[in-house]
Structures are given as C-alpha cells and as structure tokens.
C-alpha cells in the first residue's frame, strides 16, 4: 500500500500578491516606475532545457509561474498600476509544450491590472514608461538594464516630440528584499509544508542508511520523499557526505559508498511552491555512535539547542552566532582538540580550524534568503516573521596532529526556526537529532 501525501495548504491569495505591489508602490518618490522582468528557460544541453524556476522576486510580487515575463509597476496610472507582458498564445507551441496563459490569462488569473503578449512589447513599453522620472529595476539583471538602456535611448530619441525618458535609474532589490524578510502568514504555512517534507525525507534517509549503501541511494531516498509530497524537488543540490566529505561544507558529488562505522552529514530540504526547507542532520551509517563520534557530537548539540532557544524578538544573528562560537570553542579545549583558555581561543580564531561558517541565514524562497543582516553598520535585531536556520557544526581534520579517533569527523545539525512575538517556531522539529533518538529511529524505533 502506498503512502499518504501530505495534505497541501492553501496557495497565496492573489490579494496577497496585489497588496505587495501596492505596498512597493507606495515606497516609490513621485512619478517612479517598477521594471521587473522574470525568469527565462535555461538551456541544459543543446534543446533540452533545465525545469523552468520563476525569479524569486518577481513570484513574490505576482505568483506568475510562466518563463519570460516582464511587469511593469505605475503608481498613479488610470489604466492601471501593474501591466504584465506574458508568453504569446501560440497553439503549435502549446501542443508542444502545454497551455499558455496569454494576456486575458494573466489578468484573469493573477489578477494583475492590465496584461500584453510579449509580441505588443516592443511598442508599449517605451510608451508605458514615458515621464516616469526614477525607473528602479534589479541593477545587477542584465536583461533589465538591456531593456532600461534600450527604452531611455528610444524616448531620448522622440523628445523634440514631447517624450521625457527616465532621467535616474535605482535598485529596486533592498526595498523588495526588505519587504520579503518579514514572512506573512501565508509564507509561513508554506514555509512549514516545505519544512515538514523535509523532516519526513531526513527521517526516511536514516531508516534507509547502512554499510554497503552510496551517498547518491541516500540522495534518492531524500528527493522521492520530497517528490511524493508535491514538492517541485530539492530547494538547493542535496548534500550527502559520508566520513571525511561530511567536512566539505558543500559536497555535492555524493559518489562515495557509505563505510561502515563512518558518519554521514545530509543537508537537504525540499522546495514547496517556491519555499524552501533545509535540514542538516549526522548520524552513523550503521545506526550506532562511536563514543568518539557521540563525543564531538553532543558539543553540537549541546550548542545548537541553546542556540535555537537564544531565537527571540530583540536578540540578534550575531549575538547568537558569538555563543555559539564560545560553546564550540568550550567543547573543543573539553575534548583536547585546542588547549589554552576559551576566550584565547576565540581572540586566535584558532576554533576556525574546525568552525568555519556563520551560525545562521535567512530562509524563504531562497534558501540563502535576502534581507541585510545589518543596519547602520550594526546587527539588526530579530523580529517575529523573520525565518532563519540555526546550524552550527565541527569538522576535524584529518591531520596527524589530531587525536585518531577524532580525524575526519564531520558533524552539522540544522533546524528552520520562525521569529514569533513569543519567542519561536522550530519548523524543523519533526526529526529527531538527540542521539538515543537517532540510533532508536535507525533500529526501527
């Protein structure tokens, strides 16, 4: 008998989407304009493409899932303040490669104000634009400078006849960045179905895990979990290092077979219309902790748990991270892999041998979400519908001068955790990472 999906929760609301262009308009100075344009096909090999993936921000801005697309946003316009350029209906393309939306599509089912085919672009855009004084754009896009560059140059050209192009071009990422930081209610239901599918593909992974296995049957483990729940697929390349390669921090070769007595290091999270969960849990190929193994790991854990319950309004990522340090560091000189005082250790960076990233990222429709991290120069302090990941980890080298039953050890636990006016979410808490949870789940607990 086959397994239950999960149920899917509901989709963003059209209005949701309408008020987050509202409320970007409303950031805009007087007589400015929005040019976003979306995703394009990406050629995998000669005339195959890879799976279409919408931009981020323009799908948090319009929920439109075709490729090619441009919106246009104009406070203040008559006609209508968001006008989107869409696919051509084409019925030969579409036998090919599925129903377009079209124009009335977009509008019928996007509810944006006014849509054209890409087709009537070339002749509206300029005109749509003409005496909007500021134009902001993704400054870094190159398709939006192209097509900024080419509508300027064809309005310069007509202003003996009245047309005025834009006279300043400005960075439209920080204000939709900082607009997506800040998770919605419905984000944040999204947000726990990617995160629940993901949970449930790292628990399938560890009851799979045995000698004689590869990393790449545990990645299949993984993205048929995430596929079985109407996930789009895996929210990043999953990571499945097993032994010394659990110790580079983005292995994605997962080629090597998984050795008896090894650790193996996941990282993997599933994608749920455009959501992203990402996990990291260690545990031991053959279901059992060395005590070498349980040594070096109850440091990470001891530490990411204080870490995780640290989440809290007012608090901040960096405040969080200089504990964690402190905690690795305490644990390091405890199990004879640094000597000397903490703080020493600390002021040397000599933990960096062994800790080499961040404590914690943002999490949303991307998985290194957006949104600054500082302020004024200074750390920015959490707020509830902030997303972030808490994953502290220790790689040991496998160096002549570390202890042998340490070398090569590589451990990372990694929760998704909500900012919330009470203090946290664990979106993550449906695996487990104590170690008798663990080795129970493995023996078929």
Known sequence: ML????????????????????????????????????????????????????????????????????????????????????????????????????????VREHDVDQAFENAERDERVAALLDGRRTLYLPLDGVEAMALAEEVRGELAARVRHGARPPEALADVAPLLHEARLIKSEAELALLRHAAEISARAHRRAMRAARPGLAEWQLQAELEHEFRWHGGSGPAYASIVGGGANAGVLHYIENRAPLEDGDLVLIDAGAEFDLYAGDITRTFPVNGRFSDAQRALYEVVLGVQERAVDAVRPGTTLAAIHAEVVRGLTAGLIRLGLLDGEVQARIDDESYRRFYLHSTSHWLGLDVHDVGRYRREGEPRPLVPGMVLTVEPGLYVPDDDDIPAAFRGIGIRIEDDVAVTAEGHEVLTAGVPKSVAAIEALMAGG
């Not at 609301?13 to 409320?23: D, L």
């Not at 970007?24 to 400015?32: G, H, I, K, S």
């Not at 993936?53 to 899932?65: A, E, K, M, V």
């Open 3 to 106: 397994p239950e999906a999960l149920p899917r929760p509901a989709p963003i609301a059209n209005a949701e989407y309408r008020r987050r262009r509202e409320a970007l308009m409303a950031t805009l100075p007087e007589d400015a304009a929005v040019l976003l344009p979306g995703a394009g096909l990406v050629t995998r090999s000669r005339d195959s493409e890879f799976p279409f993936r919408q931009d981020s921000d323009f799908h948090y801005l319009t929920g439109f899932p075709e490729p090619d697309a441009l919106l246009l946003l104009l406070p203040g316009r008559a006609e209508g303040e968001s006008v989107l350029f869409c696919q051509d209906r084409d019925p030969t393309l579409e036998a090919w490669t599925g129903i377009r939306l079209g124009a009335d599509g977009a």
